[in-house]
């Protein structure tokens, strides 16, 4: 799924991108969640200033409305804006020495609530209340036909300077280090070999998934229709990533393939604590993918630049990979799921699929429309029982406006399912954030059984001798 939209001057009205439009229709309205943690009281005086200065020239899209023109056509529309409109103070009862529950409690409600059609596609909330972790919360709440998580939080991540010397770039952990010509050369000849056993396999199984092959009902998928519309709780693990990186370094395979591994025990663990036999269930996450040839985000003026190297949009894809199954989960070896998810994700990397879902919803578009497109998407989200997505942070500590942040993460909201979790990395911690449909999910005990999930493949890391 991809959108080319790039930069516009103010007497253009460029047309919105196919995924945009999907993002943004009768079927589905999909927004992100950025949440910042301050370590410090939040004084919101700067806050128009640096929205005008800062945050509206960095894409048109933040100044503009999508609009129809008289041939039917959806355009992005620039607009002047009243940044008043945007900015939001919530008021909570005085004489509180935490304010967690009125936190979590307004940030599922904006998780749901939906944005104004008649103004640009974002707003900006301002906690000024200490919570157990944080002196103040800033959240950003985004609509995904803005663009995908790489547009977005590079967007966001402009705005921001390091705590440490702010005349410096943030920096971002680093992909792993290229394979030798010999090692590529039989890589590529064996990837050549499976990779379109996997296409065929992997195309066909999205296509039933998203039509027919609907999971079963769990402690994870209620199966209600309009779930998108309920409240959620956002609940958060987070783990050391010098942790994360001993246990890839004692089994293989990348830091996606541990914390796969650690949500899918965690989810093990979670059903069978709800009385539920994970065996007898199709249990399956719709993995979003990033689609772009880059390693890390851009700056401010490599994203304005006329010709960028990579485009502002929606260019990201998603594949289907089932949770593994586990006979006697919390007696079997914690590893096996760290091996299981490891396996999964190379043979699901090793094929075309995404990229043939892409041309097959483009091809669906130009035919039926794209609001039965939408439909479609929509029905691919509600047959699966959660999404997961990850983005990376800086390594370095944050500064907006003069607040240190001591901790951020994101979430993806308004999509038919009871929960949808998210991972993002920041100054050598990995969050993993679980949005979890309010009186079905026990976030709490999903929470700890992802606690658990981490503390034993940890231990049977150390234990291993292999």
Same mark, same amino acid.
């Given at each position: 799924?991809?959108?080319?939209?790039?930069?516009?001057?103010?007497?253009?009205?460029?047309?919105?991108?196919?995924?945009?439009?999907?993002? $943004?229709?009768?079927?589905?309205?999909?927004?992100?969640?950025?949440?910042?943690?301050?370590?410090?009281?939040?004084?919101?005086?700067?806050?128009?200033?640096?929205?005008?200065?800062?945050?509206?020239?960095?894409?048109?899209?933040?100044?503009?409305?999508?609009?129809?023109?008289? $041939?039917?056509? !959806?355009?992005?529309?620039?607009?002047?804006?009243?940044?008043?409109?945007?900015?939001?103070?919530?008021?909570?009862?005085?004489?509180?020495?935490?304010?967690?529950?009125?936190?979590?409690?307004?940030?599922?409600?904006?998780?749901?609530?939906?944005?104004?059609?008649?103004?640009?596609?974002?707003?900006?909330?301002?906690?000024?209340?200490?919570?157990?972790?944080?002196?103040?919360?800033?959240?950003?709440?985004?609509?995904?036909?803005?663009?995908?998580?790489?547009?977005?939080?590079?967007?966001?991540?402009?705005?921001? %300077? %390091?705590?440490?010397?702010?005349?410096?770039?943030?920096?971002?952990?680093?992909?792993?280090?290229?394979?030798?010509?010999?090692?590529?050369?039989?890589?590529?000849?064996?990837?050549?070999?499976?990779?379109?056993?996997? !296409?065929?396999?992997?195309?066909?199984?999205?296509?039933?998934?998203?039509?027919?092959?609907?999971?079963?009902?769990?402690?994870?998928?209620?199966?209600?229709?309009?779930?998108?519309?309920?409240?959620?709780?956002?609940?958060?693990?987070?783990?050391?990533?010098?942790?994360?990186?001993?246990?890839?370094?004692?089994?293989?395979? !990348?830091?996606?393939?541990?914390?796969?591994?650690?949500?899918?025990?965690?989810?093990?663990?979670?059903?069978?604590?709800?009385?539920?036999?994970?065996?007898?269930?199709?249990?399956?996450?719709?993995?979003?993918?990033?689609?772009?040839?880059?390693?890390?985000?851009?700056?401010?003026?490599?994203?304005?630049?006329?010709?960028?190297?990579?485009?502002?949009?929606?260019?990201?894809?998603?594949?289907?990979? !089932?949770?593994?199954?586990?006979? $006697?989960?919390?007696?079997?070896?914690?590893?096996?799921?760290?091996?299981?998810?490891?396996?999964?994700?190379?043979?699901?990397?090793?094929?075309?699929?995404?990229?043939?879902?892409?041309?097959?919803?483009?091809?669906?578009?130009?035919? %039926?429309?794209?609001?039965?497109?939408?439909?479609?998407?929509?029905?691919?989200?509600?047959?699966?029982?959660?999404?997961?997505?990850?983005?990376?942070?800086?390594?370095?500590?944050?500064?907006?406006?003069?607040?240190?942040?001591?901790?951020?993460?994101?979430?993806?909201?308004?999509?038919?399912?009871?929960?949808?979790?998210?991972?993002?990395?920041?100054?050598?911690?990995?969050?993993?954030?679980?949005?979890?449909?309010?009186?079905?999910? $026990?976030?709490?005990?999903?929470?700890?059984?992802?606690?658990?999930?981490?503390?034993?493949?940890?231990?049977?890391?150390?234990?291993?001798?292999?």
């Amino acid at each position: 799924m991809e959108g080319k939209d790039q930069c516009f001057s103010s007497d253009e009205e460029p047309p919105v991108s196919p995924t945009g439009q999907y993002f $943004n229709s009768s079927a589905l309205s999909v927004s992100i969640l950025a949440v910042f943690e301050s370590e410090i009281p939040i004084d919101d005086s700067p806050t128009i200033e640096t929205l005008e200065s800062v945050f509206l020239p960095i894409n048109p899209r933040f100044s503009s409305i999508m609009v129809k023109d008289k $041939n039917g056509v !959806t355009r992005w529309r620039k607009v002047t804006v009243n940044l008043e409109d945007h900015i939001n103070i919530p008021s909570f009862p005085p004489k509180l020495e935490h304010y967690d529950k009125y936190v979590n409690d307004y940030i599922s409600k904006i998780a749901y609530d939906q944005l104004s059609q008649s103004k640009p596609l974002w707003e900006i909330h301002i906690i000024k209340y200490p919570t157990k972790t944080a002196q103040g919360t800033l959240v950003f709440k985004l609509h995904h036909s803005l663009g995908d998580g790489f547009s977005l939080m590079g967007a966001l991540f402009s705005c921001v %300077r %390091r705590a440490d010397d702010p005349s410096k770039p943030l920096t971002f952990p680093s992909h792993k280090a290229k394979k030798s010509q010999k090692e590529a050369f039989w890589s590529g000849t064996i990837r050549g070999m499976s990779m379109g056993v996997n !296409t065929f396999r992997d195309f066909g199984w999205s296509l039933w998934k998203s039509t027919l092959g609907k999971d079963d009902l769990s402690p994870m998928r209620s199966g209600e229709i309009g779930v998108e519309f309920r409240p959620i709780n956002i609940c958060c693990n987070e783990f050391g990533l010098d942790d994360i990186k001993r246990i890839k370094d004692k089994l293989g395979g !990348t830091i996606n393939d541990v914390i796969s591994g650690v949500i899918f025990y965690g989810l093990h663990l979670y059903m069978l604590d709800c009385g539920h036999d994970p065996n007898t269930s199709k249990v399956t996450a719709l993995v979003l993918l990033n689609t772009r040839n880059v390693t890390s985000y851009q700056t401010l003026e490599e994203l304005t630049k006329p010709k960028a190297k990579t485009s502002w949009g929606n260019n990201f894809g998603f594949l289907h990979a !089932t949770v593994p199954k586990c006979e $006697n989960a919390k007696e079997a070896d914690p590893l096996y799921f760290v091996t299981a998810a490891r396996k999964l994700i190379k043979s699901k990397r090793n094929s075309l699929s995404v990229f043939l879902t892409g041309k097959f919803l483009e091809m669906m578009r130009k035919i %039926r429309g794209p609001e039965v497109t939408a439909k479609y998407i929509h029905a691919t989200l509600k047959n699966t029982s959660m999404t997961i997505s990850n983005l990376i942070g800086p390594l370095e500590q944050m500064i907006i406006a003069g607040h240190p942040v001591k901790s951020f993460h994101f979430m993806v909201v308004g999509v038919p399912q009871s929960l949808t979790i998210t991972v993002v990395s920041y100054m050598g911690k990995l969050k993993v954030v679980m949005g979890a449909q309010q009186g079905f999910i $026990n976030s709490e005990l999903l929470t700890s059984c992802m606690t658990i999930s981490f503390e034993r493949i940890l231990e049977a890391t150390k234990l291993n001798k292999t």
